[in-house]
């Protein structure tokens, strides 16, 4: 099961990290496309919803693989699903359903992520 949990947390690492670079880095016009929400979002919004996730990616990996305060990795995990609970109601509440789908799928992995690690998987 670790090992399972190691290759999941690369991967939503991975995922979060790409995200969060590109709300970091891109102009929000570019990015409504991709990301329809963003049209009634300013700029900073955006840049400010990048930090988390961005962080949230590094707590996944870092703390745990240093072993340097490893209980980081379990918050980071839970305060990824708290953002992505958020990211839900924002999608409900604008009747976005394929925005919801991606962003409930991620609320549970990040969330049992967190249940892992704090409980019987911990370091």
């Known amino acids: 099961m670790n090992i399972f949990l190691w290759i999941l947390q690369v991967v939503l ?3 979060f990290a790409m995200s969060g670079l590109e709300k970091a880095t891109q102009p929000r016009d570019k990015l409504i496309g991709k990301y329809p929400w963003m049209g ?3 700029q900073a919004a955006v840049r400010l919803i990048a930090v988390p996730e961005l962080l949230g990616a590094i707590g ?3 703390p745990a693989a240093t072993g340097i305060a490893p209980i980081l990795t379990p918050l980071a995990a ?3 699903a708290i953002l992505m609970a958020l990211a839900a109601a924002m999608h409900i509440r604008r009747k976005e359903t394929q925005g919801l789908a991606i962003t409930i799928v991620l609320f549970l992995l990040t969330a049992f992520v967190s249940w892992a690690r704090f409980g019987p998987y911990g370091w």
């Open 13 to 15: 690492a991975a995922m």
């Open 60 to 62: 996944l990996i870092v």
């Open 40 to 42: 009634d979002v300013p």
């Open 78 to 80: 839970a305060g990824l």
